[in-house]
């Protein structure tokens, strides 16, 4: 089964608000990523927040994690049109392989002009 | 510097055909993957490859094999394609350690009919 559970599936906000999404996991992991992808296309690294953080700024983009509830999140402050996308969290998971990364189903966020 | 490049782009397959879909990464990363990505379902990984010569079950194998062909090449077989293997297919690189992000190819979209 997979590692992240996105959650809203979908969000519609306007321009200029702030855009927050939830991911949830499984098991220990070793860091958490999150990933943008535009309407069928490969998707692209926006940050990755190591087990031992708890939050990460880049930019526009905020990060936390609870490793505790296993949990993390992503918040887009002052939205454009062009964070129309999905975004999607993943996981290297610790104990053993840091190669396997597995990624959740993913949040459509549309933002409204 | 090309990044992740995949081919075919399209494809188009009658059930019981065989292919195999190309990937090749000129970054010098060790690890590899092969997803695919549904509709609502996200991505789940199918294989991967932590080292040329290495391969590795994900979470989809079924219906699939895989070929580390040398550290730049990682391809990706369906041996008697079925309708249920329609979907998008995403190849990714990623440097072997704990806290690297992924690289990601364009896709292929393939149909089986």
């Known amino acids: 089964s997979q590692q992240g559970e996105e959650d809203p599936q979908a969000l519609s906000i306007q321009e200029g608000e702030n855009a927050t999404m939830n991911c949830s996991y499984k098991?220990?992991?070793?860091?958490l990523q999150w990933y943008r992808q535009n309407s069928g296309r490969g998707l692209v690294h926006l940050i990755l927040i190591r087990s031992n953080e708890r939050e990460k700024h880049s930019g526009r983009l905020r990060v936390t994690l609870d490793t505790s509830k296993k949990s993390s999140s992503l918040l887009i402050t002052a939205s454009r049109a062009a964070d129309t996308a999905s975004y999607f969290c993943?996981?290297?998971?610790?104990?053993?392989?840091?190669?396997?990364?597995?990624f959740g189903k993913g949040t459509l966020l549309t933002v409204n002009p | 510097n090309a990044g992740v490049t995949q081919t075919p782009k399209f494809q188009v397959l009658k059930t019981g055909q065989s292919m195999t879909l190309q990937c090749a990464q000129d970054m010098n990363h060790n690890s590899m993957y092969w997803y695919r990505q549904d509709p609502g379902m996200g991505l789940r990984l199918i294989y991967y490859s932590a080292s040329e010569g290495t391969t590795d079950k994900g979470e989809v194998p079924n219906g699939y094999n895989v070929s580390r062909l040398n550290k730049r090449e990682f391809s990706l077989r369906l041996e008697s394609a079925a309708p249920s293997q329609t979907s998008v297919y995403f190849c990714a690189s990623r440097l072997t350690g704990r806290d690297t992000e992924a690289f990601f190819g364009q896709g292929t979209r393939l149909t089986v009919v």
């Open positions: 098991t220990s992991i070793n860091n």
């Open positions: 993943a996981t290297v998971n610790s104990g053993g392989s840091n190669y396997k990364l597995t």
